[in-house]
């Protein structure tokens, strides 16, 4: 009879429970010492999710989860993170019985821990703070659980077991919560310092950020005309968002070019910077949310690196840290930025640090974050496009519904227009379902590069009325009435709203 057979269910069970309990004290040991970064044993289950969850559902049940959708899948990566780590704890006490050597299970969840570790993050030193609190699990519950396997007092065993394995549960909640306070505090924050060090942005991105400030109204619940760094909207594909160190990153221009390039962040810092605003849009929002933002970026001209690398393609897939891809035309690309600064300061991680791409007047897809390679190919291909979504192209143009104020006389509402290609002319507002319009103040355009615009109307409903606004863009175009949703390519139609009197 084989010594595994010899393990009542009740010894089973409770190594089980060793075995998982051992596995949330690694998964916690290794957010208290890496935080939310790449050397987390849950981010590469989170980028395994990101990269193989099928279109369809990344499409309609992420997308229905709204804000819940990140949390759900770092739930999801984490439960997967326990069950793996887990599962080696368990073949360690397993082959414990197997060799039975007791207390063997100690050092082989160590070196299992550890190796798994290592081996999904990369990181040799952070895989010891996963390793260590698994491994003191075992040894714990293994020397007071009085773990002998030949031992015939089965009853009392599976006792002794159960006390020692239900107090080292009661430890590792505790731990578990204490890393989280501690993880969260080591959490890489984007870097906030300022462009050049100082104590305040460079004089010329402060001259954008007053003029944005002078000219923009005061609408409540709405941002102004510069979007703050943390109210800014972010979408990503990965949980966790890169970590990339400047001195580390390059971007390479490569593929069908004349020449590949390469270039460095030193080397990108010292070429002549521009300073601009521009509004980026995601394809993938409802039509009133929120996920337009407008910011003073600080880059390079893309057209200045495209000289050198001479592409003979006329299109380029743009490649990032965290696997996300997509592709612009070479005509896109000529008007394009690579871009270091956001509202004076470095670029912050969840935007892309050290350098982004930013293709003015196109869908936020393209803006590529964490950029580092760029291939001129004539076989474009994307990470959304790929999954059905066709957001490469010109953004939408839209007039949103924001803000909704009653502390002046009368009613103002409120909200930002934007279109792709040329400043907003005027925002129309009708309370009339459309019978007749009148033209809403409106913010002066912004410039340059491209910006969005905010717009007002003030009046009085005597009942709860539907308002409807729509922009018309200085090249004329109108904002088309018909909706549609945001997949493939993008949210279309005016947005309403009823105003109470
Ligand atoms: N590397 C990378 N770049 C990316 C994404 C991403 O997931 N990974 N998301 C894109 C999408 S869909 C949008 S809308 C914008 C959002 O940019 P933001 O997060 O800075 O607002 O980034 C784009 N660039
Ligand atoms: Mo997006």
Known sequence: MSRLGRLTEG????RVVTAALAAVAAVAGSYAYAGFSQRFVVEPAAAFLTETTPAILVNTVLDSLGNFAQPARLATAAAISIAVVGFVVWLALELEVVADRQYLGVPLTAAGVWLLAAAVTGAY??????AIPATLVVGIIS????????SVRTA????????ATLKTGVGVAGLAGASYFVGQRRTPEG???????GSSPPRAVQELLDSAADAAFDLPDAPGLI????SFYTVDIATVAPMVDSADWSLTITGAVENDVEITYDELREMEADHFYSTLRCVGEDLNARKMDNAVWTGVPLSRLLEEAGPQAEEAISRAEDGYFVSTSREELAESYVVYGMNGRLLPREHGHP??????????????KWVSELEFTDEPEGYWENRGWTGTGEVRQIAKIWSVDRSGEGVTVGGHAYACCAAIDRVEVSIDGGESWTTAELTEPLGPVDGWQQWRYTFDPEEPTDLVARAVDADGNDQPEMESDQFPDGPSGWVSRTIQP
């Open 11 to 14: 010894e089973r069970f409770w």
């Open 125 to 130: 030193v952070a895989a010891v703070a996963a």
């Open 143 to 150: 020397f007071f659980g009085a773990n002998d396997p030949l």
């Open 156 to 163: 009392r065993k599976v006792d002794d077991r159960k006390r």
């Open 191 to 197: 870097s906030v310092q300022y462009l050049g060090g």
């Open 227 to 230: 979007s703050e760094i943390g």
């Open 355 to 368: 350098v982004r791409l930013m293709v003015p007047g196109n869908w936020g897809e393209v803006n590529t």
